[in-house]
T-cell receptor, first 113, second 111 residues
């Protein structure tokens, strides 16, 4: 089955700096890669996703890049703000049919004011 | 008008008891899921289900069983609860191949 590895496990940045979280996946059939943000005590919330037919997607301060050949994808947050502090999860799935997500182990991002 | 809802939010029970967690989605999605998040925050799929197919993660003990009375509901029934079942359980739903939306979670504590 699919295996997703995520790094780093913790990341501390100064407000205004950029943050990058990286994930690798094992199943070359995976074609859907969402990123979720989970605040303490809350549900995971989708912040951005990418499909394998594109290499990059951007939404305001958040961007995701995908390298299908190397089987890795990354989340980039620019101009970080204290409210970006949370745990971020990458995930992968074969995005058709009834496929569940395989999650990475999470990255705890702390943005220092 | 919450998209994916779960009840109860908190569940505290004794070892050996049987309990159920309910999940409802009003998004018209065709697939629902149960995920378990342990104390280290690892999120792991337990089941994915629609009216045609149940996919079970092979690591899930058979004390756990999903029950779906209709397309909008997927309940999780747990028999003979054990200490190691303590976790947060998230329900989610999606329309085939599209993004998954999560419920608020149920924090289960087994004493």
């Amino acid at each position: 089955g699919e295996n997703v590895e995520q790094h780093p496990s913790t990341l501390s940045v100064q407000e205004g700096d950029s943050a990058v979280i990286k994930c690798t996946y094992s199943d070359s059939a995976s074609n859907y890669f969402p990123w979720y943000k989970q605040e303490l005590g809350k549900r995971p919330q989708l912040i951005i996703d990418i499909r394998s037919n594109v290499g990059e997607k951007k939404d305001q301060r958040i961007a995701v890049t995908l390298n299908k050949t190397a089987k890795h994808f990354s989340l980039h947050i620019t101009e970080t703000q204290p409210e970006d502090s949370a745990v971020y999860f990458c995930a992968a799935s074969i995005g058709t049919g009834r496929r569940a997500l395989t999650f990475g182990s999470g990255t705890r991002l702390q943005v220092q004011p | 008008d919450t998209a994916v809802s779960q009840t109860p939010k908190y569940l505290v029970t004794q070892m050996g008891n049987d309990k159920s967690i309910k999940c409802e989605q009003n998004l018209g999605h065709d697939t629902m899921y149960w995920y378990k998040q342990d104390s280290k925050k690892f999120l792991k799929i337990m089941f994915s289900y629609n009216n045609k197919e149940l996919i079970i993660n092979e690591t899930v003990p058979n004390r756990f069983s999903p029950k779906s009375p209709d397309k909008a509901h997927l309940n999780l029934h747990i028999n003979s609860l054990e200490l190691g079942d303590s976790a947060v359980y998230f329900c989610a739903s999606s329309q085939e191949g599209q993004m998954q939306f999560f419920g608020p979670g149920t924090r289960l504590t087994v004493l």
